[in-house]
């Protein structure tokens, strides 16, 4: 039994735990630093990291369970704990002769780095800084520590703001003329502990602690509450780790990086924590505590420095980074103290890192035997693999954040603000670079999206219309920006008191949600010649996965350039192309509004006849551009009225076309206005849209349907070799609706001598509930499924995919009935329930029917593992997400194989 799983008896607990009797499984109870601690004491020796304990994980939630009081029998484990402590150390905690000194740091399962709390140098007081200095025979060292402790512990456990203290250290420093904290005398310091401790009775009403063991609790305490906290808890929701966890605590013995020139703390990686290059990389500084080095208030040195100023702890440290990299299989981040010429170890985690260099290390530590192939795909993360493929801000340059949205699409792009889709296409013409800026986008936006390098709007969130088709188009998009006000009358934008007009530059960071006005400088991976090695060992990483994985990687795509774009990144063909963005281009919006406003079936076939050439194009592109592999095109799904102007537009035309007496065009206008209010719906997404389209308007499927034979006629005369086609009605509740639509597309193929079944397929779209549930039935009709979980999820929750994130998400997330949107990671119990169902189902009436899922999470690696095991064949994903995808279905197959 492995120890996480040991149950204690009845009348025992597991409050405290030495770092001597732990080990790196015990994650779960120790926190990642207890457990690490634990773990490089038994692998590098008790001498090289400093003793101590952890007061565990259930600890802090039977305290946080039990209205913020320590659990019964805590604190006499802490005192046990800390009385072997004082024993192995020959010291005791407070002793005015010669004290013990301790760290108390947090330390959850989930790392999260600066979130929490820490307190150094505990047990000082005015009597023990003597013994201290004493023993040390390094009054500085005594006095600086001293005030490190007050300070720490002011700020961390009372919440004295640190502006205060640091004020004074500066203003002390000005008086002094000195520039450096090292500059310091034991008297500077002796006034500087004197001030905190007038600052701490000033501020808290009481004077400052000096009894050891009442420091300890409250610095206990103070990491307990720092896990309530507001940072944390902010964090926790962005990371998705549970409330419910806990923090650990650790009380370590203080070993002194501020005992002189022989002595130092440093931070340091295994290797390169943003390239992956296999050289350790890190800071250090002499004659200071950890905190100097990562607070930035000192210039730190570089690590490799200090092969020259302490050679031998230099090696020392460089043999230890190796064996923990091997011991963990993993690139380390650890932290180091140097007291008096000896390396201490005082913390060592997986290193957190950027795409590229996970990708390097991947690569590389394969290479070098430290893992196998299989073991490197399974560290990566996967989600994080997008940001090399696009754009990104210059990690160099300098820019100010002005608002921060929802990172809808990644990449970075920046162009001058437009603020309607037409401006966008009129300043693209021009060859100007745009971003569209909008308060939502729609279907008729779609034109503005192709002509401008980002999109960015108030609101919305992942699952909006503008997300979407900026992920499809691989464009980047910032959505929901809550600062964002858009005047689209006034053509001005406001965020606070920027106001930004049309024409005014703005960047766009759909990475990292980031918004600025300042012309920061962007760099594309491809021509970053940088980025040449890293895309090449992420070509080597993805050749990997397409060995393991089982399920197959198709793209969304509506382009022949999209197309084109996905096979490169690896897509085996298309899964999803919605031909109804064909028909957003805006030389075709006139053609597609007469066909809508024709009065009858005659007039209809009449527009519909001038539509079809143009079909007929687009799809012989796609099929050229992925020939060989299979290509899923669907039938018209968005309800008709997403064609035609906005109502108030049309009105506002109207009484200007009245006012200037151009009767002709009121006349047309007025037509067009009964159009729109004849087609317009109360839940559009309910209405007349997908095969229900075929039902009341058979003609707009037979031009479609005529479309897509005629060119794949074309391509197999011109080519020799017929596309792989498969033919998709969308939005199918009957199985009569998809018979019908079948017939229609039997007989219109065999007008182009095409066979079902040989030339072509026809499936259908599983995206509503009660397909789900009578799947057996509809599977009589179909040739393959693919499941639309974006409609699946909107009509099996009853969520609008387009407002749920503005609205509803944040509130759901903070009264933890959702952890994220069921719109970006499929709702497993619930919607995957049904998607599950109506695989079985399906394969129940043909057992080797084609599964494919085309929705939004067919490119969300915790989506892809459900799929994975579900037993789908493939998922579909806009190109970006390609990549991604493979990786993810590998790491799946991994995790369950199948
Ligand atoms: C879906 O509903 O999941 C789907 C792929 O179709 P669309 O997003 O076009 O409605
Ligand atoms: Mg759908």
Not at 49 to 64: D, E, K, L, N, R
Not at 691 to 715: D, K, N, S, T, W
């Amino acid at each position: 039994m492995s120890p996480e799983t040991t149950q204690l008896p009845e009348n025992q607990h597991d409050w405290v735990q030495d770092f001597a009797e732990g080990s790196k499984e015990q994650r779960n109870l120790l926190g990642g630093k207890g457990a690490n601690v634990a773990e490089m004491t038994r692998i590098l020796g008790a001498d090289r990291v400093p003793a101590g304990f952890t007061i565990t994980t259930s600890a802090c939630v039977a305290y946080m369970n039990g209205e913020q009081e320590f659990p019964d029998g805590m604190q006499q484990d802490v005192d046990a704990a800390l009385a072997r402590l004082e024993a192995q150390a020959g010291r005791r905690l407070g002793d005015p002769e010669n004290p013990l000194l301790v760290s108390v740091r947090s330390g959850a399962r989930a790392s999260m780095p600066g979130m929490m709390d820490t307190v150094l140098n505990l047990g000082l007081g005015d009597e023990a800084v003597l013994g201290l200095a004493k023993r040390s025979g390094n009054e500085r060292f005594a006095w600086d520590s001293y005030r490190r402790f007050v300070q720490m512990y002011a700020n961390v456990v009372r919440g004295v703001p640190s502006e205060r203290i640091e004020a004074e250290i500066s203003a002390l420093k000005k008086r002094r003329g000195i520039t450096l904290d090292t500059e310091l005398e034991p008297t500077d310091l002796q006034e500087l502990v004197a001030t905190f401790k007038a600052i701490y009775r000033e501020q808290t009403g009481e004077e400052f602690p000096q009894d050891p063991h009442e420091q300890l609790s409250g610095a206990i305490r103070a990491v307990f509450d720092s896990w309530l906290g507001d940072r944390a808890r902010h964090y926790r929701r962005i990371n998705r780790i549970p409330d419910e966890w806990g923090t650990a605590v650790n009380v370590q013995q203080m070993v002194f990086g501020n005992m002189g020139q022989q002595s130092g703390s440093g931070v340091v990686f295994t290797r390169d924590e943003v390239t992956g290059e296999p050289d350790p990389s890190g800071d250090f500084l002499i004659d200071a505590q950890g905190e100097d080095v990562v607070s930035g208030v000192r210039n730190t040195q570089d690590i490799s420095e200090l092969a020259d100023i302490m050679p031998a702890a230099h090696a020392e440290l460089m043999e230890i980074l190796r064996t923990l990299e091997k011991h963990y299989g993993d690139m380390q981040d650890t932290e180091f103290t140097i007291e008096e010429g000896r390396l201490y170890m005082l913390q060592t985690r997986d290193a957190k890192r950027p795409a590229q260099a996970a990708v390097r290390f991947a690569v590389d530590a394969v290479e070098e035997g430290l893992l196998t192939k299989e073991q490197a795909i399974a560290k990566l993360d996967a989600a994080s693999l997008e940001a090399l493929l696009h754009p990104t801000f210059d990690r160099n340059a300098d820019y100010t954040v002005l608002a921060t949205g929802v990172n809808a699409s990644p990449g970075a792009a920046k162009g001058a603000v437009v603020f309607t889709a037409e401006d966008a296409v009129h300043a693209a013409e021009r060859g100007e670079h745009v971003i569209l800026v909008r308060p939502f986008t729609e279907a008729d936006d779609v034109a503005g999206f192709h002509a401008a390098q980002g999109i960015l709007t108030s609101e919305g969130g992942k699952a909006s219309h503008a997300a979407l088709v900026a992920r499809g188009m691989g464009k980047p998009c910032v959505c929901g920006v809550s600062a964002l006000q858009v005047d689209l009358a006034g053509h001005v934008a406001r965020i606070g008191d920027a106001v930004i007009h049309a024409g005014d530059l703005i960047a766009i960071n759909g990475t990292t949600g980031e918004i600025t006005i300042d012309d920061v400088p962007l760099v594309e991976p491809s021509q970053d010649p940088h980025m040449a090695g890293v895309l090449q060992r992420f070509e080597t990483v993805l050749g990997w996965c397409d060995d393991v994985r089982v399920l197959g990687v198709r793209t969304n795509a509506d382009t022949p350039g999209d197309a084109a774009k996905a096979r490169e990144l690896g897509a085996h063909g298309i899964g999803l192309c919605r031909t109804e963005h064909m028909f957003m281009d805006i030389e075709r919006q006139p053609k597609m509004r007469r066909m809508i406003m024709a009065e009858d079936e005659v007039e209809r076939r009449a527009a519909l006849d001038e539509l079809l050439p143009l079909q007929q194009q687009d799809f012989e592109g796609i099929y050229e551009a992925m020939a060989g592999l299979p290509v899923t095109i669907r039938l018209l799904d968005p309800p008709l009225h997403e064609f035609l102007p906005k109502k108030e537009e049309i009105g506002d035309e109207l009484h200007q076309a009245y006012a200037d007496k151009r009767y002709r065009t009121v006349g047309v206008l007025a037509d067009v206005l009964e159009r729109i209010e004849l087609l317009s719906e109360s839940n559009p997404m309910l209405g007349t849209r997908g095969v229900r389209l075929g039902i009341l308007y058979p003609e707009i499927f037979e031009m479609q349907a005529r479309a897509i034979f005629a060119a794949a006629a074309a391509v197999r005369e011109r080519t020799g070799s017929m596309p792989e086609l498969e033919v998709m009605i969308p939005l199918v509740d009957y199985e009569r609706e998809l018979e019908l639509m079948r017939e229609l597309m039997i007989r219109v193929a065999g007008e182009y001598d095409l066979v079902h079944g040989q030339d072509y397929l026809v499936g259908t779209m599983i995206e509503l509930p009660r397909a789900c549930f009578l799947a057996d039935h509809i599977a009589h009709q179909a040739d393959f499924f693919s499941f639309g979980t974006n409609d699946l999820t909107q009509t099996g929750l009853g969520f609008s995919r387009d407002d749920i994130e503005g609205k509803i998400l944040a509130r759901y997330i903070d009264r933890k009935i959702l952890d994220r949107s069921p719109f970006e990671t499929i709702d497993a119990p619930g919607v995957g329930q049904m998607l599950r169902m109506g695989a079985w189902l399906g394969r129940t009436t043909k057992p080797d029917l084609k599964l494919g899922v085309c929705g939004e999470h067919g490119g969300d690696p915790d989506s892809i593992a459900f799929f994975h095991e579900s037993g789908i064949d493939y998922v579909s994903c806009s190109p970006y997400r390609v990549p991604i995808a493979r990786v993810a279905a590998a790491q799946a197959q991994l995790a369950s194989p199948r």
